[in-house]
């Protein structure tokens, strides 16, 4: 069964940087896009941005331009999602969630843009 | 501020038909499909309605989606006290070069 499990709580300082993982299961890790979507507290669902596990691409929404990057690592089907600069405003629960769209050797295509599998979540505070 | 406009409250008894509605516009709603997920308390969001109306296997057809113009409805009947959750509405914007989402509706079963 597909499972998204993330990396644990992380407490950070204003400036600081945090990196969270997602570790992928239960699939072709390389044939399905992964997203970042965040979720402050009692607030609504923003997405962040979408990496291509298997060449690495990634597109970020334009309000993390400059402060997110989205990596991967095939060897251990693990998708990283780092933010800096963190100020209190990014205090948040931050998911993985696949794309549904499957893509094989013969191209990429075009992600559909919803999520299918979402991690369990990781909570991300920044405070002094 | 969320792209999508959506009731922040949502109620009803056990039995009854509930309707959630999300008011987009012509860059979202009006030209890209509609997805629906629930949040049930602590928990991570599940997909709930795919492509305005479709549902994932597992989900029961108690839930359905629909969509007219700029706007969409996820409408839920034979409300359980299970269904007690927040709602997102989520869709393409062509402004924001990505998905945006609803500002959630909770919904509480009396």
């Known amino acids: 069964q597909v499972q998204l499990v993330q990396s644990g709580a992380e407490v950070k300082k204003p400036g600081a940087s945090v990196k969270v993982s997602c570790k992928a299961s239960g699939y072709t890790f390389t044939s399905y896009y992964m997203h970042w979507v965040r979720q402050a507290p009692g607030q609504g669902l923003e997405w962040m941005g979408i990496i291509n596990p298997s060449g690495g691409s990634t597109s970020y929404a334009q309000k993390f331009q400059g402060r997110v990057t989205m990596t991967r690592d095939t060897s251990t089907s693990t998708v990283y999602m780092e933010l800096s600069s963190l100020r209190s405003e990014d205090t948040a629960v931050y998911y993985c969630?696949?794309?549904?769209?499957?893509?094989?050797?013969?191209?990429?295509?075009?992600?559909?843009?919803?999520?299918?599998?979402w991690g369990q979540g990781t909570l991300v505070t920044v405070s002094s | 501020q969320s792209v999508l406009t959506q009731p922040p409250s949502a109620s009803g008894t056990p039995g009854q038909r509930v309707t959630i509605s999300c008011s987009g516009s012509s860059s979202n709603i009006g030209s890209n499909t509609v997805n629906w997920y629930q949040q049930l308390p602590g928990t991570a969001p599940k997909l709930l309605i795919y492509s305005n109306n479709q549902r994932p296997s597992g989900v029961p057809d108690r839930f359905s989606g629909s969509k007219s113009g700029t706007s969409a409805s996820l409408a839920i009947s034979g409300l359980q006290s299970e269904d007690e959750a927040d709602y997102y509405c989520?869709?393409?914007?062509?402004?924001?070069?990505?998905?945006?989402f609803g500002g959630g509706t909770k919904l509480t079963v009396l």
């Open positions: 969630a696949r794309d549904p769209y499957y893509y094989d050797s013969s191209g990429y295509g075009n992600p559909l843009y919803y999520f299918d599998y």
């Open positions: 989520a869709a393409w914007d062509d402004s924001l070069n990505g998905p945006g």
